[in-house]
C-alpha cells in the first residue's frame, strides 16, 4: 500500500470515528429536547462509548498478527474506571480508563496500549488513561485516594476478564475492607474542595455542578463510602442495608436527577466539557425551563432556589452519612471515655458531639421543648447533636405550631445568648428544620438566591455567616471585639442578626419589612417589648451605618446627631455597628477590608461620644490634635528632621476635617512632604502598589489653583483612556487649593503589578492632560482599540438611577448615582458635572464587581450650596441623560480589546 493510500486510510479511519462520536451526542440532544430523564441520557451516552471504545478495540487489535493479537489479549484487559466505570457521563465528559496487564508486559502488549491511545487523540477523544499491573495499582491505591476511588468504579471492557476479578478481589481485601477507617480517610481527601464534613452546604452562586458541595461529587462520596462500610455503592443497595432511609434514598435519587440533567444541558449548550453554572448560564436556563418568576423573585432566581434545594439537601445528607459511617478512631474513643460525661440525666456529652442514649431518644424527640433543651445543653458545652440524633430530630418534626410555650422560647433565648458555640449549634439547627419551628418565617429564605454580582451567598448562607461572624468578635482584640464585648444583652444582637435579612425575597424595602417580622418574632418568644424594639430597630437601620460610613461625609455635624437620635442608646449603636461588621463580612471573600473597617470604627466612635454626652466638637478637635502629633512622629521618623506642632498646624490648617481623621496619619506625613516639594506649576503623581487587592493607587498632587476647576474630570478621563478600571476615588482640595486626589484602579493589560515605565506611561498622561497640553478628548482617539468586544451583560437588570440627597448636608447637596460599572461611566459622570458648571467638593466611589455607586458632594461655583428645585432637576436629569446615553450606546467608546491584554 502506498504512502497515499496510508493517508487516505487513516482520513477515513478518523472521520468514521469522529461521526460515531458526534452521532453520540446528537443522540444525546434528541433525548435531551424529547425531555428523557437525565440519569436515562448518561446511560445511554455510556452505551454509546462503551460501544465506540469497543469498536475502536477491533480496530486497533486487527492492526496486530493473530497470534500477536491472541496474546494481547491474554496478558492484559482494559477496564473502565471513574465516571466512565460507573456509567455516569455527560456528553463531553472524559473517558477514564485502566490497561491492566500482568506483571511481565510484553512489547506487543504496550504497543497495542499505544496505537489505541493515539487512536482515541485522532478520534478527539479526552482520554484519562493509565498502565499498570495488579501489584502497582494496589500499591498506588493504598498511598493515593485520587487511585483508589476511580477504582472503586471499575467495569470490565475487554480483554482478560480474571485478570480483572483479581484486581477487585485484592482490591477489596488489601485496599478496603481491612483497613475501613483509613481508606473512608482516604474517600474524604478525594472529595477534595468545595465539601468538608462540617462545612456549610453549596451555596456559592456560581457552582461547579460536579465538584462544589452539593454537587455530584458527594454522590460519589456516598458510594465510595457505602462500597467500604457495605460492600455496595448504589443508593437502593445502601437503603436496603438500613444505612440510608426511604426518604433520604428518594431525596438522592430526586438530586442525582436534576443535577445529571443540568450538567448535560451545560456540555451540549457549551459544546464542550463544561460543569461550571455560570450566571449568563442560570439565566438561559430559566428562561428555556420556563420559570414564570412573580412580583418577588425573578425567574432566575426561581430555578436557582430549586437548585439550591436539591445541592443543600444532598450536602446536608452526605455530611450526616459519612459522620455516621465513618468509624471513630482508638483516639477519639479514649478522648470520649476521658472527657465525657453525663449531662442532664439523658445526654452524654463528649469532645465534639452530644448524645442521647436509645432508650431517652423518643422522649427527647417528642416535642420542640426537649429538642431545645438539647440543643440548650449542647450549646453550652460547646458541640453539636450527633448526627444519629440530627436524624432522628428531622424526622420527628411536624408543622410549626401557632405559637410556642413559655418553655420552648425560654430554651431558645438562652442559646443565642452563647457566643463561640451559637454558630455551629444554629447551624445543626437549621439542617434538622428545628430552627424553622421556632421562627417559622426562616423557611422563606430557604435557599433564596439574591441574583447579583455583590452577593457570593444564597440569603439562607449569608445568613449563617453572619451569626458565625459576629460571635468570633468574643475574641476580637481591636474595636469591633471591645463593642461586642460590651452588649449586655447580646441575645438581642444575635437574633437581629439572623432576622436581618428575613424580609428579602418579599417584595418593598427589605428592611421595612424584616423588621416588621422581626416584631412578630419577638413577641413569638415572648420578649420584654424593649428587646422587641431594638431588634425592630437593628434590623430596620442595618444597611444604614455602612451606607453612611462609605458613601456619606460624616465629619458632618448634623449627620452625626441625626443618625444617633435615630440609633437612641450606646448599646444599641453597638449593636448595630457589629451587626453591620457581621453582615458586610459575611457577603463574600474581601468584601470587608481594612478601607471599610477604619471607616466605619471612625463613624462609630463619633457616634458613641455623641450618644455618651460628649460634645462632638471636642472629639473631633482631640482626634485632629491626635493626628498631629502621629504625624509628627512619622516626619522625625521619615528623615529625622522633626517639627513642631505649631508648624504642622500651619500646614495642615486648610485641610478638612474628613481628611485630617479619615487618612492615616503616615500618609498624611507624605501628602505634607510632596506639597513642601512642589512648585506652583508641578503635578506629583506617587503610584503604589497593594498586593492584596492587585490593584495601584494613583495619587494626585498639585498646588496649582488653575487646574482645580474641572480636574477630577480630566483625571478620570486620563484613566480611562489608559483602560483602567477605577474601584474607588477621593477628592480633597485644601482652603488654598491644594489638591490631593486618591484613585485606586486595576490594570487589566498586566496580571500583576505593572512595570515601571507603563506606570510612568499613566503619570505622563495625568501630568499632561491638568497641564493643558494635550486634552481628554485626544488621549481617547490616541488610545483607541478598534474591534473590541462589547461589555458583557450585567447580572442584574436594574435600571441606572440619580438620587438627591438635600438633607444630609447643610453646605453641600448629594446627589448618588447607581449604575452597571464599564469602563469610562465615571469619567462621563464628571464631564456631565463639568458641563453644568458644578463643583465637586467631595467625592466617594465604590465598585462592588459590575455594580458602581458613585457619590457626589456638590457645591455652585461660588461654594454655596445648590439650591432651587429647578436647578437640582436640571443637574438630575442631566445625570440621568448622561447615564442613559452611556449604557445605550456610548459605552463602546471606551471598549477595550481584551485580545491585546498582556
Known sequence: MSTTEQSNQLSDFISRRKAQIAAIRAKAKTLFENGTP?????????????????????????????????????QGAIIAIGGTGRG???????????????????????????AFVQNCWDSKIKLGSSTRDIATCIS????????????????????????????????????????????????????????????????????????????????HLIRWVGYARYGVKDIDSLRLKGALTKEDAKTLKRAWEFLTKLRIDLHLNDDGEQDRLTKDEQLRIAEERGFPGNDHQRPVEQFMQEFFHHSSELATITRRFVAMERPRSFAEKTRDIVIGHRA????????????????????VCESPESMLQLYKAAALYGVIPSPKVAE???????????????????????????????GPTLRSMFQTGLLDIVIPQVTHIRNLLQFNQYHHFTVDEHTLRAIEKVTSFENDDGPIGAAYQEIRHKEVLHLAVLLHDIGK????????????????????????????????????????????????????????????????SPDVLRMLYTLTVADVSAVGPGTWTSWKANLLTEFFDRCIETLSGKKQAYHEQQRIENTKKSVAVCLSEGDGDSKSLDWISQQLAGFSAYYLTCTPPDQIAHDLQVIQQLGKENVEVIASW???????????????????????????????????????????????????????VIDSDYEGEPPQDRIAEIADALRTVLKGEVSVEQLFQKNSRFGSPPPANSSTDLPPRVKIDNDSSDTRTIFDVFAMDRPGLLYILTKALFDMNVSIDMAKISTHLDQVIDVFYLQEQDGTRVRGGERLEQIRVGLQ?????????????????????S
Open 38 to 74: 437525565g440519569i436515562q441520557i448518561a446511560s445511554a451516552i455510556c452505551y454509546g462509548f462503551d460501544d465506540f471504545l469497543s469498536s475502536l478495540i477491533e480496530e486497533t487489535i486487527a492492526q496486530f498478527s493473530e497470534d500477536d493479537a491472541k496474546q494481547i489479549s491474554k
Open 88 to 114: 455516569d457521563m455527560a456528553p463531553y465528559s472524559d473517558i477514564d480508563i485502566l490497561f491492566l496487564h500482568e506483571k511481565n508486559v510484553s512489547q506487543e502488549f504496550s504497543a497495542f496500549v499505544d
Open 140 to 219: 498506588m491505591a493504598r498511598q493515593d485516594p485520587q487511585i483508589a476511588t476511580p477504582l472503586i468504579e471499575a467495569r470490565y471492557l475487554w480483554g482478560n476478564e480474571s485478570l480483572y476479578d483479581r484486581l477487585v478481589t485484592q482490591f477489596k481485601r488489601r485496599v478496603v475492607f481491612p483497613r475501613k477507617r483509613n481508606f473512608i480517610e482516604d474517600c474524604l481527601e478525594a472529595r477534595e474542595e468545595g465539601w468538608s464534613e462540617y462545612g456549610p452546604p453549596a451555596q456559592e452562586l456560581e457552582p461547579d455542578i460536579k465538584s462544589s458541595s452539593g454537587g455530584l461529587r458527594d454522590l
Open 344 to 363: 442532664e440525666g439523658m445526654f452524654y456529652v463528649g469532645a465534639d458531639r452530644i448524645e442521647v442514649a436509645d432508650r431517652y431518644l423518643e422522649e
Open 392 to 422: 432522628t430530630i428531622k424526622k420527628s418534626l411536624a408543622e410549626p405550631p401557632p405559637t410556642i410555650s413559655p418553655k420552648a422560647a425560654n430554651a431558645f433565648i438562652e442559646i443565642f445568648r452563647c457566643t463561640s458555640a451559637l
Open 505 to 568: 425575597g418579599k417584595g418593598g424595602d427589605h428592611s421595612e419589612i424584616g423588621a416588621e417580622i422581626a416584631v412578630e418574632v419577638g413577641q413569638r418568644l415572648s420578649l420584654p417589648n424593649y428587646q422587641i424594639e431594638q431588634i425592630w430597630l437593628l434590623v430596620k437601620l442595618h444597611l444604614v451605618m455602612a451606607d453612611i460610613a462609605f458613601r456619606r461625609d460624616f465629619t458632618d455635624p448634623d449627620l452625626i446627631v441625626n443618625f444617633s437620635r435615630q440609633v437612641g
Open 690 to 744: 497593594d498586593a492584596g487587592t492587585k490593584s495601584m493607587e494613583y495619587r494626585v498632587v498639585t498646588g496649582n489653583t488653575e487646574f482645580q476647576f474641572g480636574c477630577f474630570h480630566k483625571m478620570t478621563g486620563v484613566l480611562s483612556a489608559k483602560r483602567l478600571s477605577i474601584l474607588s476615588a477621593e477628592i480633597n482640595t485644601t482652603s488654598e487649593g491644594v489638591i490631593i486626589d486618591s484613585y485606586r
Open 881 to 901: 441623560q448622561a447615564l442613559d446615553d452611556f449604557h445605550s450606546e456610548d459605552h463602546q467608546l471606551f471598549a477595550r480589546d481584551s485580545s491585546l491584554s
